[in-house]
């Protein structure tokens, strides 16, 4: 039974100064969750960015994807240029020929007897080369729309590799706010489970004392624990962090600095403007806009096949020893020819229609685009206030947990509360710290999450200092190549 008239005996130690003191860590910790390290080597929320951008693997393999892409304008380019071939042979070639010879029958001689056999050898060695020239003058405009389909696929690739950028920004951004966040949580969990142990300590002294019960014991046992468990969590959600920060950035998190959210001058002023701007920039969209021109392309390219076709070939001729040892022949010739297509046992036909369904299904690929960017843009806006308003709602939690704490000690100095309700007081601050720094990793990803939805999340964007990657380079470097198996970059 508590006593409301006068003090509780086990209420000394929770008004003790030197607790007091004691917790002004606890709540410091809660201050260290994105300015944790001095600012001389702190690592910053720009600099992982632009580490993630110059190295991360997968944009380094969509970068490669895009340059393979590149090639295909080369070669659809080559059905403009001449077919050349040189073809070589030499031999060796042997004849014995036996033919009779008539001669003068002499005296004693019958006609059979005067007939003999002549022999014959003869040896060449035949050789030659044919060099043959082929240009093409019309192919019912195979090579012009392939051409074509070839630059809107280098396009849709370079707007997917611009998708594949903003991802892997944003993936890196949350993981360094996933580090600062599990640290920081860590940090107050540990001081958590110090201040418990000081608190089952002094429960146990002052029950042998007898100024409190065996079950203010089993209640700061209990809390114990729990917090005890919390931290062994908050470690390994930290552990998982860190491994998904390697991964992402390429590097071990280390001093991590304070991360800050997006510009407000980046982000859209409301979430009509963003899913305007969106629907304009998103690369998603544009590379399925770009992959229905190449569908429609494709059509065309098919059907090309079912039209005349002309082309020039023209070969030169020298051959040695055809017939006898030592001949000589000289030949060229020069050939127009004229090719019309009258029946291709229907392959050409089922492959146009096969590229119009193709056509259709890029088309709807493209509203699936549209409709995912609407809901992401949605979505990351709706994310965002909730942030905002989250850290609000915490911070006036804050307040008003830290004002509740400190009337529960008073009221159990004064006999009036357990020490159950002040360890609650202060699990509820905790906890109110806790979705503070949550809140404050959940802003800084929408804002992030934001600027991908409308299409604009990019290194140049962010202004992050590191070197911008230009596909167009490569592509100005291979489009126009007639040969040559090294890249530019030289393998």
Same mark, same amino acid.
């Given at each position: 039974?508590?006593?409301r008239h006068k003090?509780?005996?086990?209420a000394?130690?929770?008004?003790d ?5 004691r ?8 201050l ?8 001389g080597s702190a690592?910053?929320l720009?600099?992982?960015?632009a580490?993630?951008y110059?190295?991360?693997p997968? !944009?380094?393999? $969509?970068r @490669?994807? *895009?340059?393979?892409v590149?090639e295909?304008?080369? %070669? =659809?380019?080559s059905g403009y240029?001449p077919?050349?071939q040189?073809?070589?042979d030499?031999?060796a070639q042997?004849?014995r020929e ?8 002499g005296?004693?001689e019958?006609?059979?007897?005067a007939?003999?056999r ?7 060695l035949?050789?030659?080369?044919e ?5 093409n003058?019309f ?6 729309n ?8 280098v396009?849709a690739?370079r707007?997917t590799?611009?998708n594949a950028?903003?991802?892997v920004?944003l993936d890196?951004?949350t993981?360094y706010?996933d580090?600062?966040r599990?640290?920081?949580? !860590?940090?107050? $969990?540990? @001081?958590? *489970?110090?201040?418990l142990?000081e608190t089952?300590? %002094? =429960? ?5 004392a007898?100024q409190v019960?065996?079950t203010?014991?089993a ?7 729990s917090?005890r468990?919390?931290?062994n969590l908050?470690?390994a959600?930290?552990?998982?962090s860190?491994?998904r920060?390697?991964?992402?950035i390429?590097a071990e998190p ?6 800050a959210?997006v510009s407000d001058?980046?982000?859209p002023?409301?979430?009509v403007?963003g899913v305007?701007?969106a629907?304009?920039q998103?690369?998603a ?6 992959g229905?021109?190449a569908?429609?392309?494709e059509?065309?390219v098919v ?10 070939a023209?070969?030169l ?5 055809s017939e006898v040892?030592n ?7 020069s050939t127009?020819?004229?090719?019309v ?10 492959r146009t229609?096969q590229a ?10 493209a509203?699936?685009?549209r409709?995912?960017?609407r809901a992401?843009?949605s979505t990351?806006?709706s994310?965002l206030?909730a ?10 939690q804050?307040q008003a947990?830290?004002i509740?704490l400190k009337?529960v000690r008073e009221?159990?100095?004064a006999?009036?509360?357990?020490t159950?309700?002040?360890?609650n007081?202060?699990?509820?601050l ?10 404050h990793?959940d802003q800084?990803?929408a804002s992030y999450a934001?600027?991908?939805a409308?299409?604009r999340?990019s ?6 200092g590191a070197k911008?990657?230009e596909?167009k380079?490569?592509?100005?470097q291979?489009?126009d190549r007639?040969g040559g198996?090294t890249t530019?970059?030289?393998?």
């Amino acid at each position: 039974r508590i006593r409301r008239h006068k003090p509780s005996p086990n209420a000394a130690w929770i008004m003790d100064p030197r607790m007091t003191k004691r917790l002004f860590p606890f709540w410091l910790a809660a201050l260290v969750m994105f300015s944790n390290v001095a600012q001389g080597s702190a690592e910053t929320l720009s600099g992982a960015l632009a580490r993630a951008y110059g190295a991360n693997p997968q !944009l380094n393999a $969509q970068r @490669a994807q *895009v340059r393979a892409v590149d090639e295909t304008v080369p %070669q =659809a380019l080559s059905g403009y240029r001449p077919r050349a071939q040189l073809q070589t042979d030499a031999g060796a070639q042997f004849q014995r020929e036996r033919s009779p010879e008539e001669r003068t029958i002499g005296d004693g001689e019958d006609e059979s007897t005067a007939q003999t056999r002549r022999i014959q050898r003869r040896t060449t060695l035949p050789r030659g080369a044919e060099l043959s020239v082929e240009q093409n003058l019309f192919d019912g405009g195979r090579t012009k729309n392939s051409v074509r389909q070839a630059e809107s696929q280098v396009l849709a690739a370079r707007e997917t590799l611009r998708n594949a950028e903003q991802n892997v920004l944003l993936d890196a951004a949350t993981a360094y706010m996933d580090v600062l966040r599990d640290q920081a949580v !860590l940090d107050l $969990q540990r @001081a958590n *489970v110090k201040l418990l142990e000081e608190t089952l300590s %002094q =429960a146990r002294e002052r029950y042998t004392a007898g100024q409190v019960t065996r079950t203010d014991i089993a209640q700061a046992e209990a809390r114990l624990a729990s917090g005890r468990a919390q931290v062994n969590l908050a470690g390994a959600n930290l552990n998982t962090s860190r491994a998904r920060y390697r991964q992402i950035i390429g590097a071990e998190p280390r001093s991590l600095a304070q991360g800050a959210p997006v510009s407000d001058k980046l982000l859209p002023r409301n979430a009509v403007d963003g899913v305007r701007i969106a629907l304009a920039q998103h690369p998603a969209i544009r590379a399925a806009l770009y992959g229905v021109d190449a569908a429609e392309l494709e059509v065309r390219v098919v059907k090309s096949a079912l039209y005349p076709a002309v082309s020039l070939a023209a070969g030169l001729v020298p051959r040695y020893d055809s017939e006898v040892r030592n001949d000589r022949l000289r030949g060229a010739s020069s050939t127009l020819q004229l090719t019309v297509p009258i029946y291709e046992r229907g392959e050409v036909y089922a492959r146009t229609r096969q590229a119009k369904e193709s056509t259709s299904q890029r088309r709807a690929e493209a509203e699936i685009a549209r409709d995912e960017v609407r809901a992401a843009l949605s979505t990351a806006w709706s994310v965002l206030e909730a942030a905002k308003a989250q850290i609000d709602s915490s911070q006036t939690q804050i307040q008003a947990n830290e004002i509740v704490l400190k009337g529960v000690r008073e009221e159990a100095q004064a006999g009036q509360r357990t020490t159950l309700e002040v360890l609650n007081a202060q699990q509820e601050l905790l906890n109110a710290r806790v979705s503070l720094t949550t809140a404050h990793r959940d802003q800084v990803v929408a804002s992030y999450a934001l600027l991908l939805a409308t299409g604009r999340l990019s290194a140049r964007a962010l202004g992050l200092g590191a070197k911008v990657y230009e596909p167009k380079q490569h592509f100005d470097q291979v489009k126009d190549r007639w040969g040559g198996l090294t890249t530019p970059t030289g393998r």
